[in-house]
């Protein structure tokens, strides 16, 4: 919670839960990551927070931009980035989005399979691919499964089929899982990626570059380590690996550019119980899963809750949202302390919501509008 945040939300008269994203936290994320990595390029990932004045910020700051699809593609271009300056990453793509997106002059583009290599090489001709590996997400929050990414052992194939299709194989990309709190967990990858450069160059093909991906963590409710101790810790496996023949090396945070940069102020709509004898009061707020709360799923993502009277007594209740889906409850496995004084009408504070929040409010379910977003 910034004073301006503090100060903007002081003076809104509007109903209904919005996010509100302090722009001097998203510039200095960026700096932190810049000086934490000062060889690594940043590409952010747009789909973290893809509002305007996010990308215009950070593509003044000199920022470079993973994208996922042709529309964010063209979000980024909006901002002012060149096309040199922006990543195709999703492993999943259409071939006439690819085609769409060699047009808007992209020539980067993520692979993971000898598929998605031959659409790039008919309609991209030349452009530079990665390839993902499969990274088993140990130590995430919020892991991103086996989705993307192929066995390392299949990854000097897929480059191999590249360079022969003529594109040109440019290196490996892994993702550690999403709110990594690990400082250590590139440091399985970064010995794959070694030895697929190692493997490729034995081939005849020098890979350029390793995409380090995302993971950076937004401090939540636990503290997580300094942006620092990733840097460290990532120089000292690329060194371990790598030796002195260090390769080109990008980065893609997407939480932690701009998590801890915004706050959603919500409302208590009602708080009961469900017999007498009930020990643990439920608590309603006017946005849930569907307004913008979905990293609550499985009560992954635990977000430092706030109020006016965290002065009282806290008693654990359990929190959902306002929609008539009986899945839209955010905490009820882990009950969640709130003060017992907490009545309806409270104003609550929702901290660390900068990322994957607006583009996950549904459009209008039960007619609840999506989330209102300010960034300031
Ligand atoms: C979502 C995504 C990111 C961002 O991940 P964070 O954990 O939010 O930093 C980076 N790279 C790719 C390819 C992604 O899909």
Known sequence: MTDRIREFLRNRREDGPCLV????????????????LPDTRVFYAVKANPAPEVLKLLASLGSCFDTASVAEIEMALAAGATPDRISFGNTIKKERDVARAFELGIRLYAVDCEAEVEKVARVAPGSRVFCRILCDGAGAEWPLSRKFGCDPSLAVG???????????????????GSQQRNPRAWDQALASAAGIFRDCAERGIGLSMVNLGGGFPAKYLNDIPAVEAYGSS???????????????????????????AGVIEAEVVLVSRKSADDVVRWVYLDIGKFGGLAETMEEAIRYPIRTERDGDTLEDC???GPTCDSADVL???????????????D???IEGAGAYTTTYAAVAFNGFPPLKAYHI
Not at 165 to 176: I, K, P, T
Not at 239 to 250: D, S, V, W
Not at 331 to 345: D, F, R
Request: cysteine-free; aromatic content about 10%.
């Open 318 to 320: 359990i929190l959902a």
């Open 234 to 260: 990532i120089f000292d496996s690329l060194r371990a690996h790598f030796g002195n023949a260090i390769p080109e090396t990008i980065i893609e945070p997407g939480r932690g550019m701009v998590g801890n």
């Open 158 to 176: 897929v480059l191999e089929h590249a360079h022969r299709l003529g594109l040109e194989a440019y290196g490996v990309s892994f993702h550690v």
């Open 347 to 349: 104003k609550v504070l």
């Open 21 to 36: 994203v302090d722009l001097d936290v998203v510039r200095d994320n960026y700096l932190a990551f810049a000086h934490a």
């Open 331 to 345: 905490y009820e496995k882990t009950p969640y302390p709130l003060p017992v004084s907490l009545a309806i009408g």
